[in-house]
């Protein structure tokens, strides 16, 4: 019996990953891992993952409509392969690469460079920032890369000072672009301490000089017990003076201007509507603006 007829007879066949090439598996939806082992059987000799691609294979923060191409890199005379679904970047030579699942994938800071031509603010701050928190790159790698005057790299200058390795989430960072870019200053994770210095909290945003934190309250602060904890932890906080205000991803993108009018008053602003619509252009450049979606 061939072996796809015993593949058939366990419910196992040949998935398709890319023109012409197969996993065999049950699942339609073929790991990552799988996907891109099969795809290297058609790259030529010295072609590495990057963009993208890299990013997910990684494992970094990645935007809400990741690149539906598989993305390499090859040197300026290497041969140029062909095929539906393969997106290549070509560069004057060879990429460095390092090995990751046992797959060829270009230096972290490459990697970036290449999504940055991709990618707005919005998307490209959380991808850098789980690359530095990662360890995969430095900040300084980076800033060399964003140096250079190839493609992206004026991109990757513009991200520059928003980048901060301390980042625990990719909503931190969007969070974190939010108020940069309405001129508030802001410490990620910072630690409270009662007066005793005793611990109390760390916190993903502080609002600087102010006693209030912001922070985004996602799906893992609904189960009973996390729950619990949260409760726990704001009742330390109002024990020591701190005001905490937690948002949703929905009111962060879309609903940022009470956000913005709150830390106003809270800083004796005046409101500047133009703090609010640099927020919105940036939303709307980015995987979570309406059309870009």
Request: hydrophobic residues 45%.
């Amino acid at each position: 019996m061939s072996e796809v007829a015993r593949g058939r007879r366990r419910g196992v066949g040949w998935t398709p990953v890319g023109y012409g090439l197969h996993v065999l598996s049950a699942d339609p939806e073929v790991a990552l891992v799988d996907r891109l082992s099969a795809w290297q059987l058609a790259l030529p000799e010295g072609a590495v993952f990057t963009s993208l691609t890299a990013a997910a294979l990684r494992g970094w923060w990645l935007p809400a409509t990741p690149a539906p191409l598989v993305q390499i890199a090859v040197g300026e005379r290497d041969s140029h392969p062909q095929r539906r679904g393969l997106r290549v970047f070509r560069l004057q030579d060879r990429p460095d690469r390092e090995l990751v699942y046992g797959l060829p994938v270009a230096a972290a800071a490459e990697t970036l460079l290449a999504a940055a031509t991709e990618l707005a603010v919005l998307d490209l701050v959380p991808l850098a920032d789980s690359a530095l928190r990662s360890g995969a790159c430095t900040l300084d790698e980076v800033r060399a890369m964003a140096a250079t005057r190839r493609r992206g790299a004026p991109a990757l200058r513009r991200v520059l000072l928003q980048l901060d390795a301390r980042s625990e989430s990719p909503w931190e960072s969007i969070m974190r672009v939010l108020h940069r870019a309405a001129g508030i200053e802001v410490e990620p994770q910072y630690v409270i301490r009662d007066d005793g210095g005793r611990f109390v909290a760390r916190a993903d945003l502080w609002l600087v000089g102010t006693r209030r934190i912001h922070e985004y309250d996602g799906e893992v602060h609904r189960d009973a017990a996390t729950h619990r904890r949260d409760l726990s932890r704001d009742r330390r906080l109002t024990d020591t003076g701190w005001q905490r205000h937690g948002y949703t991803a929905t009111e962060v993108l879309h609903g940022a201007g009470p956000i913005l009018a709150s830390v106003d008053a809270l800083l004796g602003r005046t409101w500047d509507p133009e703090r609010l619509a640099r927020w919105r252009l940036l939303v709307a450049e980015s995987s979570y603006g309406r059309q870009n979606r």
